[in-house]
C-alpha cells in the first residue's frame, strides 16, 4: 500500500487530501513543516510527497531541492498562484506534477495514482543483483549475493574465468594465472581447483553450472549457465 507525505500547513486542506487519498486505498503521514518533511523522508521513505510551496518555514521549492540530494521520490506541488507555477516549470527542480488551488481532491488522488504507475515500470526493470561481485582488495568474490568463501587458488582461477565470459582458458593459462609454476601433475591440480570451485558454488545454486569443462581444452566462465 503506497505512503503518501503530505506537507501542508493549511489542516483544512490537508484534510481533503487525506480524506480522499484514504479512500483510495493510500495511507498518508500530515506535516506542516518543510524542515519537518525532509527529516522525515530521510527517517521513514515515503512513496510519494505531495508538497505545498507556501510553508511557513522554508518554501516547498527549497524542501524540494533538498530532499532531491537523497531522494528520488515522486513529488507533486501544491500551488496557491497560477505565477507560481511557472517557476515550477521554469526551474525544473526535479517536480513531477503540480495542481494549483483550488483543486479537486479527488483529481490530486487520481493523479497522484498516475505518477506511482508511470514509476512502477521503472522498478520492475531494475537490474538484478550481479551474479559474481569481485572485490580484489578484500579477495572476496560473491555469488548470487552470497560471499564464498575461496582458498588463494580458487579465488584467482574465478576471478581469471570471471574476467572473460565465454573464453575458454587452457589448465595452462589457468595455472599461470595462479602464479604456480606448471610441473608433471599441473593438469590434474587445476581439475581439483575446478572441482572444489564447483562445490562452493553449488552451496549457492545447485542447479547452475557456471564454470563450463571443454574436454580437451580446458574451462570457461559460463553467463548463460550461472
Ligand atoms: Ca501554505
Redesign the pocket.
Known amino acids: 500500500m503506497p505512503h503518501i507525505l503530505i506537507v ?3 489542516a483544512a486542506i490537508a484534510d481533503t487530501l487525506i480524506f480522499a487519498l484514504q479512500g483510495e486505498g493510500f495511507t498518508t503521514t500530515w506535516l506542516s513543516l518543510g524542515h519537518g518533511a525532509l527529516e522525515y523522508q530521510r527517517a521513514t521513505p515515503a512513496d510519494l510527497v505531495i508538497l ?4 511557513p518555514d522554508i518554501s516547498g521549492f527549497e524542501t524540494c531541492k533538498q530532499l532531491r540530494r537523497f531522494s528520488e521520490v515522486p513529488v507533486m506541488f501544491l500551488s ?1 498562484r497560477d505565477a507560481e507555477i511557472d517557476r515550477v516549470v521554469g526551474l525544473e527542480i526535479g517536480a513531477d506534477d503540480y495542481v494549483v488551488k483550488p483543486f479537486s481532491p479527488r483529481e490530486v488522488a487520481a493523479r497522484v495514482k498516475a505518477i506511482l504507475k508511470r514509476m512502477a515500470p521503472r522498478t520492475l526493470v531494475e537490474a538484478p543483483p550481479a551474479l559474481f561481485v569481485i572485490d580484489p582488495e578484500r579477495v572476496q568474490i560473491s555469488y548470487r549475493g552470497q560471499p564464498l568463501s575461496l582458498t588463494r587458488h580458487e579465488f584467482r582461477l574465478l576471478q581469471c574465468l570471471l574476467e572473460q565470459p565465454e573464453r575458454v582458458f587452457s589448465r595452462e593459462q589457468l595455472l599461470d594465472a595462479l602464479g604456480v609454476m606448471a610441473d608433471v601433475g599441473y593438469e590434474r591440480n587445476i581439475d581439483s581447483h575446478v572441482k572444489s570451485l564447483r562445490a562452493k558454488l553449488r552451496l549457492v545454486a545447485a542447479q547452475a553450472e557456471p564454470i563450463q569443462t571443454h574436454r580437451g581444452l580446458g574451462y570457461s566462465y559460463s553467463p548463460g549457465h550461472a
Do not use: C
Not at 505545498?52 to 510553508?55: A, E, Q, S, T
Open positions: 501542508e500547513d493549511e505545498d510551496i507556501g510553508l496557491a
